[in-house]
């Protein structure tokens, strides 16, 4: 099971473990609590139609950190559409994911100017330095990897978000170090809080 | 100077009050203009806490405030004090104490100053910077100008004055009459006359309507919505406030990509803030005007630009275009006629009516007129966003307001309208932008990127980048644009590899036109246009591609051969434990030597290296 949590995001739905079978990978006590009772509140304040979905997938995300099944077939019943027609929603928007993201989610801009300005060897380097390729997530989920377009941060070509933070003006070297920074930061904060992480890696399997 | 701004204490000093202006676009934040912020603030209530009437002026006004993009996102963080007329540029943390006090003696910190490149003299203000001599900033005017936090500042630079005078002394034809004669064509790439636009709406069947503000920048390399929408927010509610009277129109939907996260919080304040003085809500201005707008925000789809993709969007569907006719001026939104323009469309409008046509249309060529924003990226020394009149030609933007190409490289072409638009060579570095110029070079205005690239980019990996683009971003409603890109990126990409036929660019070339001719909306439509154009213009670079296996611009892996500078490796073997086909020999310590015939062409030695010591011609 853990080798799918790697599986790059793309293919159609038929290639997605779990959604047209009866488990999903994750199991339910990962996704947390609040994002169902997020959506339930979002759902009650804002009286609508079918147009709420995307602003009641955003919510959902900004909480769960990503759209799993399960949570999509809920927002689903809520505001009266079938799971499916929720889920082409999701899968038609870069935006919305339904796998989860690293502790440090790497997006490394393909705009035009990181592109001029070889953002191809910043790939390079975050694989080299973790051996991720794109849509993917480290085993340890420390790092995920993904390639978005233009964050709109062209004046400091090529640039890459850590979240939501810009680290911009990188070459290779810089971003190497930047990661090994990353790496020993989750390091640290896994040594001060052991229970948590290596828990939460061994129920995902 | 400092005298005209003096304020007198209660003891009877006299103080300076000084102002400090940071920008917050989303260039300055990423170098800690935010950090930068706090640490003016703090050091001003530091110094107005230790002040003593008799030792320092300190206890000024020392207002501290944030402000939209300036547009010189290069030489970020930028820090303005206006009472002395300067601009600080590349700011840190540790610079504040020196400006504050330099500030307070009303002198500059020469330091900090932008340098003119030509003879390194300090420039002082915007006025003296080369970046901003030849721009002509109208829709960006207020735009590092007024806190976008604030519509008290907004109102104080005349701010809602045009929607006053709209529902107040015109008719709303009187509206459409004015957007008319000035010309103003749609911002968002088309070019479509916007006057034009508005008629069709107000002309449309009676009944209910709506206004859509599309800000779904797509475009990579493209960031002028953006810094409108967080540096100037109040004017785009006011344009689509202008719009919704003309048309008659009671509900706005303003769509915001939600990779801006900065932009949909800055619109959100200034939504409350013009709902609760009443430019926004029921019987705004004390007329029977309602309008309200509703942010919507986008998840990511580029197609969602294209404004039917961009109503099923906000219907909450997938973003997937359907043919025209009927438009969406006709039918759009909940199949009611709708009124789609673009940010920098709309604001726009307010100068209009407040200064009227002539003003704006005083500016520009015959058939285009005005000012058109420009995002100026690649290689260029001065990135950033440039406000210019139409009509200004390529050269005066690269080299005049953008400083040339950075490391004494050679201009080879300038990419302009993104993934629709195309590329415009050296040749043509002296012809005016406008729509009409563009479109006969085979490019298009599109929203605006402006990518410069130099003579070691290569226009096949350029022509390769866009289409790889178009393909992952085409809905796959059509075949000719879901297959058709597909297709074309194969080729391209087989070419990159070396692996090119002698009739790959007549194949691209039939393909281009088939995919322009028969796709459903502007995405397919436009999809082989930088490929069209960069063949057009660099067909000798395909040609050695294909034909020699060779890449000019020493860009494409595959065509390259990869040696190591014996002056530089030191030995350290980085490069032999990259290299997966074990074609880098040497022991540590001594110089690496490159096994041209296992070398498989990945690359990875140049990735692995951190002397510099890879070459790759």
Sequence with gaps: MKA?????????????????????????????????????????????????????????????????????????????????????????????????????????????????????????????????????????????????????????????????????????????????????????????????????????? | MIAATDLVTDAGARVPRLSVRICAGTGCVAMGSLRLADRFREEIRQRAAAATVETTPCQGDGRVSITGCHGFCAAGPLVKIPELGLMYCRVQERDVPEILTAGFDARPVDRLLFHDPADQSPCKGESDIPFFRKQLRRTLALCGEVDPESIDDYIAHGGYEALRKALREMTPAGVIHEVKRSGLQGRGGGGFPSGLKWQFVAEAEPGERFVICNGDEGDPGAFMDRSVMEGDPHAVLEGMAIGAYAVGASRGFLYVRAEYPLAVERLRLALRQARERGFLGDAILETPFNFDISIVEGAGAFVCGEETALIQSVEGKRGMPRPRPPYPAVHGLWSKPTLINNVETFASVSGIIAHGAEQFASVGTRLSKGTKTFALTGKVNNIGLVEVPMGITLREIVFDIGGGIPDGREFKAAQIGGPSGGCIPAAFIDAPIDYTSLQSLGAMMGSGGLVVMDDSTCMVKVARFFMEFCAEESCGKCPPCRIGTQVMLNILKRICEGKGEPDDIEHLESLGEHIRSSSLCGLGQTAPNPTLSTIRHFRSEFEAHIGGRHCPAHECNALLTFSIDEERCSGCTLCAKACPSNAISGELKHVHHVNQDLCIHCGACLTACNQGAVVAL
């Design chain 1, 4 to 205: 799918s949590v790697t599986k790059p995001e793309t293919g159609t739905a038929g290639d997605i473990p779990g959604y047209f079978g009866s488990a999903s990978i994750y199991s339910r006590d990962e996704i947390p609590a609040e994002a169902f009772s997020a959506v339930d509140e979002y759902v009650a304040a804002h009286p609508g139609g079918h147009e709420r979905l995307i602003p009641v997938l955003h919510c959902a995300q900004s909480v769960a950190g990503y759209l799993p099944f399960e949570l999509q077939d809920h927002i689903a019943d809520l505001i009266g559409l079938s799971p499916v027609q929720v889920y082409e929603v999701v899968s038609f928007y870069h935006f919305f994911s339904t796998t989860p993201k690293g502790q440090y989610q790497l997006k490394v801009c393909m705009g035009t100017a990181c592109f001029v300005r070889h953002a191809e060897h910043l790939i390079d380097a975050i694989q080299t330095e973790t051996g991720l390729v794109p849509g993917q997530l480290s085993e340890d989920r420390v790092f995920g990897l993904e390639l978005v377009r233009c964050i709109g941060a062209c004046g400091l070509a090529p640039a890459i978000m850590v979240n939501n933070e810009v680290h911009g003006n990188l070459d290779r070297n810089m971003l190497r170090r930047l990661i090994k920074r990353l790496r020993n930061k989750a390091r640290a904060k896994a040594a001060a809080d052991p229970g948590d992480r290596a828990a939460g890696k061994e129920t995902v399997a």
